[in-house]
């Protein structure tokens, strides 16, 4: 069981999809690719009222819908407390050990929840 919000999901998620391209042993791999299926419901979830917001704050320009400046600060108001969430996740770390030298410091700190000692 891990707790992360949902800002380190967002901000993170690039470095965990990097993490299954890579030539994996099948356990890990396993472990990974479950620890992502519980993650993306939320990211998705996320992602949809963050459209909602955009939609709300935002004026169509050139065929896509931008928040302008007039709006950025009601925008970030309502979106900071989404990404502020603390989530309790179902989801067994890896242990560091697991981790082989493919990875740079700043990926792993990334990833820094989803790991044990």
Known sequence: ????????????????NK???????????????????????????????????????????????????INIQKFQEEVDPLLRLELEMDIDPISVKEIDDKFSPVELQAIDKFLKE
């Open 19 to 69: 993490f299954l391209s890579k030539e994996l042993p099948i356990q890990k791999a396993f472990k990974l690719s479950r620890a992502l299926k519980k993650i993306d419901p939320e990211l998705k979830a996320f992602e949809e009222q963050r459209l909602k917001l955009v939609k709300k704050y935002g004026e169509e320009k050139e065929g896509q819908i931008i928040v302008s400046q």
């Open 1 to 16: 069981m891990i707790k992360i919000t949902v800002g380190e999901i967002v901000q993170n998620i690039q470095v965990l």
